[in-house]
């Protein structure tokens, strides 16, 4: 094999996908059960292709479909890029400018959101409040004059462009702007424009999962025998189903409840390839406009923004990701835009609340060398901050004085460091903890008591990335054989909470 064919087979992968010493298999299901997740599937990207799409588990518990590459799962928050996409494209067509004002388009809002921009819209920054509080109920249909309804309960909660708050209003406002510029219904605009358009065959909205050919259980003597007697039945579509703890089957949110933020059903290898289309130049053409979705920015006070339109980025290798839940489903989508690897993560899962954020970085990990965090995930729990690390640890404070546990120490390394004369990259260490939680633990071993109060550490590694930290919780309780005591799981659940709001914009 010549140098040539080298680097391309590197360039192109290996067949060692592995991270670790762990398949990704293995990590995918170790997750899994630790989650109690009951299917999942998985789509990797190493631009221009995707090498690799996978189901685990079920799709469907009830019926015992499995995860598939045509499972249709709901988007969850991915649908937010979507709906960017839709206002770039009718911005890149001179239909509207990004600094129009809400009022321009939308005249029966209140007086004082007419001067919001669209950008300001696209950018979570316009203040307006998120309508989905009481009195709202997500699998109905909503008017949307109901929708500005609930939003005027409240006051804007800060001056259109000085901050950020992520509200699902902002995008009930772009796609309804979407619909009146284009005069189409925004359910058809990106269905022409986006969909149909890149060809994707399991995408769509909730209320087109019945036009997509799939097998019905109730009508075959056997479960799922309908292909023997019908071709078109082979590896059928089938949109995936999640159920509650008493076995009771989630209903599906209302696309109109939704609109822009949640109502996108679509395949993990469809949101891949649509994910091709927005990297490069097919979706939005010029790479200036690109750049306004899926880039940070800076408020007038001169804080970094690392958010737009619900991606979130960080600085190793350009990672930009875009997550999140609706009822039953948790989605996660991926990016590392560095020229010398270009891969991309989507994971989709019939269980609410899951952050795949650490698991994604793993998986990315093993297609892409230059992609590893450079610690050991194995023992640490790792997830890359948003924020210079000062910055994470006031918020962490925050975090933990809300939720009533005290901090004991914070131990400023870097601080430190220079007083003896040193140099140290900022590298600092909260510790805290609950009393009550920690001496159960060391009335079973006292020698647990090392360490013991919980701690997060916060640095800056040599690129400038940040990273918070800590250790894996059942991993380090059973090495004094306490990992299955019931308290721990609660910890791990705890501290991984507390990392991903300290480090994340839209946590």
């Not at 997750?31 to 996978?54: D, H, N, S």
């Not at 009146?180 to 399991?202: A, C, N, P």
């Not at 009335?443 to 647990?448: G, K, L, V």
Request: with cysteine.
């Amino acid at each position: 094999m010549n140098t040539k064919e080298h680097e391309v087979m590197k360039m192109r992968g290996s067949a060692d996908v592995s991270y670790l010493g762990q398949s990704v298999d293995s990590m995918v299901w170790e997750f899994m059960k630790e989650k109690e997740i009951p299917g999942l599937t998985l789509a990797i990207v190493q631009a221009p292709y995707i090498p690799r799409v996978v189901g685990y588990g079920l799709s469907d518990t009830g019926e015992r479909r499995l995860a598939s590459a045509n499972t249709m799962w709901p988007a969850g928050p991915i649908s937010q890029a979507f709906a960017a996409v839709a206002v770039m494209q009718l911005f890149e067509d001179g239909k509207l400018g990004l600094e129009d004002k809400l009022g321009d388009h939308i005249p029966e809002v209140p007086k004082e959101w007419h001067n919001i921009e669209i950008l300001q819209l696209l950018r979570h920054a316009s203040g307006l409040s998120d309508y989905r509080k009481d009195g709202f109920d997500i699998y109905r249909e909503w008017e949307f004059q109901e929708m500005l309804a609930l939003i005027n309960r409240e006051a804007l909660h800060f001056t259109p462009g000085t901050d950020v708050e992520w509200s699902a209003a902002n995008f009930l406002m772009l796609t309804e702007i979407v619909e009146r510029v284009s005069g189409e219904t925004y359910h058809d605009f990106v269905m022409e424009r986006q969909i149909r358009f890149l060809g994707l065959k399991r995408t769509g909205f909730a209320e087109d999962l019945e036009n997509f050919r799939h097998e019905d259980v109730s009508l075959t003597e056997n479960i799922h025998q309908l292909f023997k007697k019908d071709g078109k039945y082979i590896d059928p579509t089938e949109p995936a189903a999640s159920y509650d703890i008493a076995g009771r089957k989630t209903e599906r949110a209302a696309s109109s409840a939704l609109r822009g933020v949640g109502d996108i059903w679509a395949s993990a290898q469809d949101i891949s390839f649509w994910d091709i289309g927005l990297a490069g130049g097919v979706l939005i053409h010029k790479p200036e406009h690109r750049k306004l979705v899926y880039a940070p920015w800076n408020l007038p006070d001169g804080r970094e923004v690392p958010g737009v339109a619900g991606w979130q980025f960080y600085k190793h290798r350009g990672l930009m990701d875009i997550k999140g839940s609706v009822p039953g489903y948790s989605s996660f989508l991926s990016r590392f835009t560095h020229p010398d690897e270009l891969v991309c993560v989507t994971l989709l899962a019939n269980k609410e609340g899951i952050d795949f954020t650490n698991l994604g970085r793993k998986i990315a990990g093993a297609f892409g060398d230059l992609l590893s965090t450079n610690y050991d995930d194995n023992k640490l729990y790792l997830l890359e901050g948003q924020f210079p690390v000062e910055d994470m640890v006031r918020r962490l404070q925050i975090i933990l004085e809300e939720k009533k546990i005290p901090v004991f120490a914070i131990f400023d390394h870097a601080k430190n460091a220079e007083e003896a004369g040193l140099s140290l990259r900022p590298t600092t260490v909260v510790v805290f903890g609950a009393p009550k939680v920690g001496t159960g633990l060391m009335q079973e071993d006292q020698s647990i008591s090392l360490e013991l109060p919980l701690r997060i550490a916060l640095w800056e590694d040599a690129v400038g990335s940040t990273w918070l930290a800590f250790p894996r919780m059942e991993r380090l309780a059973g090495e004094y054989g306490l990992g299955s005591h019931p308290v721990i799981g609660k910890m791990q659940t705890l501290l991984e909470e507390l990392v991903r709001k300290a480090g994340s914009i839209y946590a």
